[in-house]
Structure formats: structure tokens, C-alpha cells
């Protein structure tokens, strides 16, 4: 009866542990696949030069800009907007109603499936902010169009829930000592929360801010209507007052998750130009991953700091 | 806190750089990159050529860009796909300057220029060959239009029915908007419907992939698209059971220039540039480039077939 | 007293409800000491951080507002019946009634029903495949491994989660696709199978990353009695954790679904995209997704088609939008149970 039993748990735990293994095998599978082919491509001049002669030659420089260009502008957007509804969820607001609709609302926002932020991106700012900005300012059509900045808002939108939860995880883990403690000191709210909270939540905001990053870089579906461009060798950039040269946001762009689909899909001959597929698909990996793997690090290391105060 | 405002303050640099940029940007300032610092200040806007259209077109503008800005470093053109009723769409919204197309322009969107007052130029610019593909497997060597349009409305559904092995047919196509999709239509299904098992495929690349993986097979294409893929076999194409199959690609590979040309290959077509007529000198040049010589050239090395004899005309060139 | 230094606050914040005295001990911190200078900083920034704290709603708000504002169009002019299918004249000429999803045609046609298939066939099997690994994969997380097994297995989970879907559609369509039809001899290469192996990739670590907080949450008490009792480790994880834990479980699963329906990369690449209305996993399908992602960015703004495109949307968040809010009040259940 004992051992009926003992080999019953036996043969359910090694599935369970099949299970995890399956999926780590998967990894490895995948990363090891895609890195062993795509490194025979990685070069330099892969790196650093525009695609040519039909996009069969040449190198992804500006994909890897344009990814770098939309997260950057991204980001910028998203993680003020971010901090601050985490800040007043976990701060203000904290366990009433409001609250937990809000917290639904996020939750929901972050299972809004991506190509459904694509149409927003295009109903909402493309053709109701963006033209109607163009009309009250007179621009023409600047604003009415896909541009870089309309593809970042709507990725924007797309991590905003990703800051949030990660930002009201690092708040929350702040010990109620140390803010009763600013208060005692004669600290107002907000004195409280700029000089003990956020201080200690940063490595939490940062890690947050790094995933977002990374999940930004790997979409397609939101960018597809929003501002990719095929091909556009030049870089988006532009010189204001004819000097410093920033970011042009009302540029289309190159983009290297966009850059993989249209290789494999729609280049004159996929098969030989597969080599670039796995050397793009190698690059933004590496970027994902990278930027995943940091903030995994950067989490153990908050969290331990976090058990030891 | 100093730390997070260590954080915070190249965000909020950056950000403070996109607003000035968003306020002095309104006129799309100049291109930095290909200007030397001795050059005068280049004229804005115009240098700035965008083309928009039709996917099977979409290399070809690529490829002219590429070349035209070796030629000219001053300009600067971005090549976007979509299918050709975007970039026509594009054309009339004013989101593009060039559009591209794989089909000519439509009735009603010739009257939707009318109406807001717009002149359409049209320019042939090339011509080009759909060729149809099966697998190298297939012992098929050719089809009639008729049974083309039989396998395509999903009226025939073996190949044994048109002279091929015991096996289910599968058929490939492009997706609803591309100008491919909607020439073969009208041209071979005689504007009947897809069989509804069509598998729509986002590119014609996808497509030869698709067959060449696929021993029952059956798609179609630029005919630029299936050269030198051993794994694809282009079938000769017969207008009715009596003509002659003929096959849009010559013995050497290239394609079959001469009968693409003079539209006897039964699926042959023009491709099209279309501007909008008050457009500007650069635009202009752009287009006169490509029907020049020198962009003529290019339309061979991406595989499609010129407007005029170009052997004959690189003869005169020599004489 | 206190309601006198409150007030202000809630006066310049008109649309927001008073926090309520029992919610925070923080609260009962007031502000009569400060100067007025200093209270009216702190009522602003109470404002400007609650305003972005409804920003989340606003957004779900707006996104409802434009996708159906753009969809609703598409019912001015096609009619209800439309949506589920057609009478067409089949190559003889004679008069059937089919369930094709085919805008530009002479008689364009829009029956839903080929899109919702698809979907569903894909995001189903997708969830089951990713239901078996995940749990067994969260199980194994939370209960089985030790801390530091845990501690390396942990974060690669969490990369499978970070490699973009393009990537899995790109090895989908020319790897993946090739096995499966050597392995099974389907009549399509890219077929609702493919696709739903490439999506359940996705799915597997958010299953497996919920379930393991699930379980983790449930109070070790439990675990300690059942031990007491004399249960071994299996029968403590499959008869007191497991239903402890069920709903947050079931959440996970909902929410993978919810996510494997929104996925557009893979089927886009992966499923052949053939619109057809069938019930065989091994047929080509259309899912709604990649129908918009094909067809959305050549169709001219104003066009028929483009407001058809924006009504599939509508549907397809509206089902998402459901699928993650019964996810969202089952895990709410799950936490106010355990609490007590």
C-alpha cells in the first residue's frame, strides 16, 4: 500500500519535472538553433551597413536603429505615465474601490491582444489625434500619417502595464518602518515618497523599465500600420536648428521584428536569403535577451537586498 | 533620490528634445546624413521622395532607390509596400508621392482624383510575366487558362483531373489587396471567386517557399520570383486547347522577355507609376530616370522585362 | 478635524472618491501643520499622479470607443446576416449558401464564421497543449524543486516568455511546419497545428509562471497538516494544494487562452491562411488576427473593407476583453479566499 502509493508520487513528480525540463530544453533548443546558424552571418558590416541590392545583400544598421529609436521614444512616453499610476495605486489610493477597478483595468490592458493596439494605433492616433492635430495647426499632413512617433505611443500603451505591476511590486516592498519613520520626521505625503519610497523602489522601476524594453523591441502586430517601413536605408533622424541631430519622430522606420517578417515573407527569394533572416533573428535575440536577462539579475539582487534590510 | 534623478534626467532631456523637435520640426528640417558640410543648404521636402504601392513592385522600387541615391546623394527615397490600392489610396490621401501598382488604376479611384481636383499621371515603367508554379515533383509541363481557372475556383481539386498525379491540389495565392491577386482575377479566374481553401500568403516570396516545400503545390507570381529555384518548376501556360504552351521563362533562366512584351505569354501585364501632376522637378527626374536607360536596366537585374528591346538599345548606345 | 484637512484635497480632485479613513493608517496623516503652500503642493501632485492613475481605464475606455466607433460603420452597410454567411453561385451556376470570408469580390462577403474557426482552432489546442506543460512545469517551480533548482530554471521560463513571436513564427514556418507534415502527412503544410505549437510557446510561461504563484500562495499551514496526517508529498500536492490553488490555475489557463486568441505573428506566419470554416486541426485556417494584420494595411482608409477589418477587431477584444475580465474576478476570488 506504502509503496503503491510512493510510486504513484514518483511517476507524477518525474512528469512534473519532464515538464519543466521540456520547457528549458525548449530554450536552449531555440536560442541554440537560431544563435548557431545566425552567428556564420553576424559581421560588422552586417551591423553597420543598410540592406542593398534588393535587400539580398547588405546589413540591418537601420533596423537595429529604428528598434533602438522606438523603444527609446517608447519608454519615454511610458515610464513617467507608468510610475505615476503605480505611485498613486500603492500610495493614494491603495485598497478601495477605485483601486481594485483600476487594477482590473490595468490587467485588462495588459491581455489586449497586439494587433488590437495596431488598430487603435491607427484609429485613434493616426486618424483622430494626428489630423486633427494637423488641422488646428495648419501642418499639412505631419501628424496625419504612420510616423515613429505614433508606432512608439502605441507601443507605449502596449507596456504601460508591464511598468505599472513591476513599479507597485517595488513600492510595496518598501517596509512600513521606513515611511512611518519620514513621517515622524514631519515629512508630508509626497516628501515621504520622493525621498524614501522611490529612492528604494528605483532598482524595482529599473527592472520594470528594462522588461518593457525588451517586450517593445519583440513586437510586430502594433507597428505594422503605425509606421514600419520596407525599406528606408537612411536613418530617422534629423538635425534641429541645423546642429544636434535627435530622433526625427515623424519619420517611418526600419524595424527588426518587422525586418524578420517581410524577409520571410516577402523577400524575392526566402530561401537565399535566409542567412539574413537568422542573422536578424540573431540580433534582436541577443537585444531581448540581453535586456530580459538584466532584468532578471537586477531583480535577485533587489530582492536580496530586500531580505536583508 | 539623486540616483533616480541621475534616471530621470536623460528621459527627461530626451523628452524635452522631442518637443522642441515636435515645434521646430514642423517643415521636416532637412536630411543630415548625406549632406557635405560644404554644400549649401539643400531645399527641404522635396528631397524627400516617398514610394508607396504594390508588393510585387516592391524590390524593383527598392532596387531603383538604392541606385538612384548612388547617382544622386542629395535625394532621398523610402520604398513602402501595401498592395497597390494603398498606394494609390496613398497617392490621393497625399501620404505619398510616387504609388506604385501592379494593376492599372481603377475607375472609381480615377473619379475620386476627379473629384478633389487631382491629376493622375500614369507611367508604364515595366512589364512582367505571372508565371505559375508547382513543385519540381510535378510531372505537369502545362495548363490551359481554362483549367487554371478550374483548379483556382476550386472546380477542380485533383491533379488527375488536369493530366497530373492522384493527389489533392493545394492552392496558394496572395493576399485580397495585392495587385496580383486582383490581375490574376480578373484576367485568369475571369473575376469568379477563389476557392475559399485558397491559402493566402503575405508575399509572393512566401509563396515559392510554400510550393517549393509542397510536392502538390500549385501558386503564382512574378515570374521574377522563381528564377533559378531548382525546387520550382514554371509551367507553359496555353490560352486554349489549340494554341501553343508558352512558358514565361526563356531556356537560359531569364525571363521569356520577348513574348512577356508583346503580351503573347496569356498572363502578362504592365506595371505602373503613377504621380500626382502638379509634382515636382525631383519627382519628375525620378521618374524620368527610371524610364531612362540606365533605370530600364535595373527593371532586368531584378528580373523584370523592359519597356523597350534593351538589347537593341545598348546596340545603338555602342554604335 | 480630520475632514476639514482632507477636504481640500478632495475639492480639487472633484471626480475622485474620498479614500475611505479605514483604507491606509497612512491617511490619518494630515496636513494642518504645513503651510498652505505646501498643502496645495501636495493636493496637485495628489491630482496629477490620480489622473494617471485612472489613465489605465481611460485607455481601455478609448480603445473600446475607437474600435467600435471604426467597426460600427461596417453595420451601416453590411447587413447582420452578412456577418454569418452568403448565398453564392458555385462554379455551375447553382445557388449555395456558404460561409466565406471574401470582402474583395464582385459580391463581397463576410461571414465571420471561417475567422472565428480559425481562432478557436488554433487557441484551443494551443491552451491545451500549454495547460499540460505549464502546470507541470509551475508544479514542479513552486513544489518540487529545490531553492536553487528553482533559482536557475525560474529565469529561463521567464526567457521563453521574451522571445519575440516573430522569431517563433519565423522558425514556425521553416522548420516547425516541415516536421509536422514529414511526421504526420498532412494535406497542408501550415495548418492549425503548426500554429498552435508556435503559440502555445508563448502561452506555456505565463501558465506556468501563474500557476506557481498560485500555489505559492496557498499557506504552508495546509501543506504542514497534511503532512501530519501521514500523506506523502504527492498526495499533499494533488489532494490539498492543487484545489487550493485551483482557481488561480484556471485563471492562468483563461488568461493563456485570452493571449493565444491575440496572437498574430505566429498564425500569420504559420497557418496557411486559408479562410476556411472547418472543424479539422489540420486544415489551413484564417484566424481574425491575421486577417488584420494581411489585409488591414492595403485597404484604403473609408473603404468597406477597412471598417469590416475594424468590426473583426471589435470582436476579437470584445471576446479577449471577456476572457480576461472572468480570468480577472476568478483570481480576485482566489485572494480574498486565501486571506480568510
Not at chain 1, 131 to 136: A, E, G, S
Not at chain 3, 6 to 28: F, G, T
Not at chain 3, 144 to 167: C, D, F, N
Amino acid at each position: 500500500m506504502k509503496r503503491g502509493r510512493a510510486i504513484v508520487g514518483f511517476f507524477f513528480e518525474g512528469l512534473c519535472r519532464g515538464c519543466a525540463l521540456l520547457v528549458c530544453g525548449l530554450v536552449v533548443v531555440i536560442l541554440g538553433f537560431i544563435f548557431s546558424k545566425g552567428a556564420k552571418t553576424i559581421s560588422w558590416e552586417f551591423l553597420s551597413t543598410a540592406p542593398s541590392q534588393g535587400m539580398t545583400h547588405g546589413g540591418i544598421f537601420p533596423a537595429i536603429f529604428g528598434t533602438l529609436a522606438i523603444t527609446l521614444l517608447m519608454i519615454v512616453m511610458a515610464l513617467p505615465l507608468g510610475v505615476a499610476a503605480a505611485v498613486y495605486l500603492n500610495e493614494y489610493a491603495n485598497r478601495g474601490r477605485a483601486a481594485r477597478v483600476i487594477r482590473a483595468a490595468i490587467n485588462n490592458l495588459a491581455g489586449v491582444p497586439s494587433i488590437v493596439f495596431g488598430l487603435f494605433g491607427v484609429g485613434f492616433f493616426i486618424l483622430f489625434v494626428g489630423r486633427n492635430l494637423d488641422k488646428v495647426l495648419h501642418t499639412g499632413l505631419l501628424f496625419g500619417q504612420p510616423a515613429l512617433l505614433w508606432a512608439s505611443a502605441t507601443l507605449a500603451i502596449l507596456v504601460l502595464p508591464v511598468i505599472i505591476v513591476s513599479t507597485e511590486e517595488a513600492l510595496k516592498a518598501v517596509p512600513l518602518s521606513h515611511r512611518e519613520a519620514a513621517y515622524g520626521l514631519g515629512a508630508t505625503r509626497w516628501q515621504m515618497i520622493r525621498r524614501v519610497v522611490l529612492p528604494q523602489s528605483l532598482p524595482g522601476i529599473l527592472t520594470g523599465a528594462i522588461l518593457s524594453i525588451s517586450r517593445g523591441a519583440g513586437e510586430t502586430a502594433p507597428i505594422l500600420f503605425t509606421g514600419a517601413a520596407y525599406f528606408l536605408p537612411r536613418l530617422p533622424v534629423t538635425k534641429i536648428f541645423g546642429m544636434i541631430p535627435m530622433i526625427n519622430p515623424f519619420d517611418q522606420f526600419m524595424e527588426l521584428a518587422y525586418h524578420i517578417f517581410i524577409m520571410a515573407t516577402q523577400s524575392t527569394n526566402p530561401e537565399l536569403t535566409r542567412p539574413l533572416q537568422y542573422g536578424t533573428a540573431m540580433v534582436l535575440l541577443s537585444i531581448t535577451f540581453g535586456l530580459n536577462l538584466s532584468a532578471i539579475l537586477l531583480r535577485i539582487r533587489f530582492r536580496r537586498r530586500l531580505r536583508r534590510a | 533620490m539623486k540616483s533616480f534623478l541621475r534616471l530621470l534626467a536623460p528621459l527627461s532631456m530626451a523628452a524635452c528634445l522631442l518637443a522642441t523637435a515636435a515645434c521646430s520640426d514642423s517643415s521636416k528640417a532637412p536630411e543630415a546624413k548625406n549632406v557635405s558640410p560644404a554644400a549649401p543648404a539643400p531645399a527641404p521636402a522635396s528631397n524627400n521622395i516617398t514610394v508607396k504601392g504594390s508588393d510585387t513592385m516592391v524590390v524593383l522600387g527598392q532596387r531603383w532607390a538604392e541606385t538612384y541615391m548612388k547617382e544622386h546623394p542629395d535625394v532621398t527615397i523610402q520604398v513602402t509596400g501595401g498592395g497597390s490600392g494603398t498606394g494609390i489610396a496613398a497617392l490621393l490621401n497625399g501620404t505619398t508621392n510616387l504609388a506604385n501598382s501592379s494593376r492599372p488604376i481603377k475607375a472609381e479611384e480615377m473619379q475620386k482624383a476627379k473629384e478633389q481636383g487631382k491629376d493622375i499621371q500614369e507611367f508604364k515603367v515595366a512589364f512582367d510575366g505571372l508565371a505559375v508554379v508547382v513543385n519540381h515533383n510535378s510531372p505537369l509541363q502545362n495548363l490551359t487558362l481554362q483549367q487554371l481557372m478550374g483548379i483556382y475556383t476550386g472546380h477542380f481539386n485533383n491533379w488527375k483531373e488536369v493530366g497530373g498525379p492522384d493527389q489533392k491540389i493545394l492552392r496558394y495565392c496572395r493576399e485580397a489587396n495585392s495587385g496580383t491577386y486582383v490581375f490574376f482575377k480578373e484576367h485568369v479566374l475571369v473575376d469568379r471567386d477563389y476557392a475559399p481553401d485558397c491559402q493566402t500568403m503575405p508575399g509572393t516570396g512566401a509563396v515559392a517557399e510554400a510550393v517549393s516545400k509542397d510536392p502538390n503545390g500549385i501558386g503564382y507570381g512574378g515570374v521574377s520570383y522563381f528564377e533559378n529555384r531548382p525546387e520550382l518548376k514554371v509551367l507553359a501556360i496555353k490560352k486554349d486547347d489549340a494554341s501553343e504552351a508558352i512558358s514565361p521563362v526563356g531556356a537560359d533562366g531569364k525571363p521569356n522577355a520577348s513574348q512577356i512584351r508583346s503580351l503573347q505569354y496569356p498572363i502578362s501585364r504592365n506595371l505602373f507609376v503613377y504621380t500626382l501632376g502638379a509634382s515636382s522637378p525631383e519627382i519628375k527626374a525620378y521618374v524620368d530616370w527610371m524610364l531612362s536607360d540606365l533605370g530600364q536596366k535595373v527593371v532586368t537585374e531584378v528580373g523584370y522585362v523592359t519597356l523597350k528591346d534593351q538589347g537593341s538599345a545598348t546596340a545603338n548606345a555602342v554604335k | 478635524m480630520e475632514q476639514l484637512v482632507q477636504k481640500p484635497l478632495v475639492a480639487q480632485s472633484s471626480n475622485l472618491k474620498e479614500p475611505s479613513p479605514r483604507a491606509s493608517r497612512r491617511e490619518n496623516h494630515g496636513l494642518r501643520d504645513f503651510h498652505w503652500r505646501q498643502r496645495f503642493r501636495e493636493g496637485a501632485i495628489h491630482v496629477f499622479l490620480a489622473v494617471n492613475g485612472y489613465l489605465a481605464i481611460v485607455l481601455i475606455g478609448l480603445i473600446f470607443l475607437f474600435l467600435f466607433k471604426e467597426g460600427f460603420h461596417a453595420l451601416q452597410t453590411i447587413k447582420p446576416m452578412q456577418w454569418i454567411g452568403n448565398k453564392t453561385l458555385d462554379f455551375d451556376g447553382r445557388e449555395v449558401f456558404s460561409f466565406v470570408w471574401q470582402p474583395l469580390s464582385n459580391t463581397p462577403k463576410y461571414s465571420l464564421l471561417p475567422l472565428l474557426s480559425g481562432s478557436f482552432l488554433v487557441a484551443l489546442p494551443a491552451t491545451f497543449f500549454s495547460t499540460l506543460i505549464g502546470i507541470g512545469c509551475g508544479v514542479y517551480l513552486a513544489e518540487l524543486a529545490s531553492q536553487r533548482t528553482r533559482e536557475i530554471l525560474k529565469p529561463i521560463v521567464e526567457l521563453l516568455a521574451g522571445i519575440p513571436t516573430v522569431v517563433i513564427g519565423f522558425l514556425a514556418l521553416s522548420v516547425l511546419a516541415t516536421l509536422v507534415q514529414n511526421f504526420f502527412h498532412t494535406h497542408f503544410r501550415l495548418n492549425a497545428f503548426v500554429g498552435a505549437l508556435g503559440v502555445s510557446l508563448v502561452i506555456i510561461p505565463v501558465i506556468a509562471s501563474m500557476t506557481e504563484d498560485a500555489l505559492r500562495a496557498v499557506p504552508n499551514e495546509l501543506r504542514e497538516a497534511s503532512y501530519g496526517l501521514g500523506a506523502t508529498r504527492w498526495e499533499t500536492l494533488s489532494k490539498v494544494i492543487l484545489p487550493a490553488g485551483v482557481s488561480g490555475i484556471s485563471a492562468s489557463i483563461l488568461l493563456g487562452m485570452g493571449r493565444a486568441l491575440g496572437e498574430t505573428m505566429i498564425v500569420l506566419m504559420a497557418t496557411g491562411n486559408a479562410a476556411l470554416f472547418t472543424g479539422n486541426i489540420f486544415s489551413s485556417v484564417r484566424t481574425m488576427t491575421a486577417t488584420i494584420a494581411s489585409e488591414l494595411g492595403s485597404s484604403a482608409q473609408g473603404s468597406e473593407i477597412y471598417y469590416a477589418l475594424f468590426f473583426v477587431g471589435s470582436v476579437l477584444f470584445t471576446i479577449t476583453f471577456f476572457i480576461n475580465l472572468i480570468s480577472e474576478v476568478v483570481v480576485e476570488r482566489m485572494r480574498r479566499r486565501l486571506r480568510l
